[in-house]
């Protein structure tokens, strides 16, 4: 033995507004560790939103990409994003446009919805439970 130690596994690095680092990979390990790193009360957040998804859709698709948490349908693609700001997680809604209701926040791509959740807010889970197994049942973002 050299007696070189083993270097010690670092947590995510927060990038800019707190949005965690994370390799890009497919499958619940990469989602979870994501939503382990989100800072503070976000990480519940996130946890609740993993757990409505799965709920909504058990055989949804995962993955990470750009640091951000993907949900989607194989052979279908993406439907949902999570992502994590300073003072908010955005939900993007890719197609949002076709949900009812259309989700509040506007995005630069026309189909694309997005809702932000503060920690002071109150969102009921009834509501994104109805869009996310609308968002699911459209064609998704092929990305």
């Keep these: ?6 270097p010690k596994p670092t947590e995510p690095k927060l990038l800019s507004g707190g949005n965690p680092q994370i390799a890009k990979g ?6 979870r560790a994501y939503i382990a790193a989100m800072p503070g009360w976000k990480s519940e957040v996130g946890r609740k939103l ?3 998804v799965e709920h909504c ?16 349908i194989e052979g279908q693609g993406w439907f949902l994003g999570l992502h994590c700001f300073k003072r908010y997680v955005k939900l993007t809604f890719f197609r ?3 949900l009812d ?3 509040p926040e506007n995005s630069k791509t026309p189909e694309t ?4 959740i503060h920690e002071t807010d109150e969102w009921t889970e009834a509501q994104l439970e109805t869009w ?3 968002a699911s049942a459209l064609p998704g973002e092929k990305l």
């Design 96 to 98: 949002g446009s076709s």
């Design 26 to 31: 497919y499958g619940n390990e990469p989602v």
């Design 57 to 72: 859709v058990p055989n949804v698709a995962k993955a990470v990409k750009w640091n951000t948490p993907l949900y989607g």
């Design 1 to 6: 033995m050299t007696g070189k130690a083993m």
């Design 101 to 103: 209701p259309v989700p």
């Design 113 to 116: 919805r997005y809702f932000h």
């Design 50 to 52: 993993d757990a409505l």
């Design 132 to 134: 996310i197994r609308q």
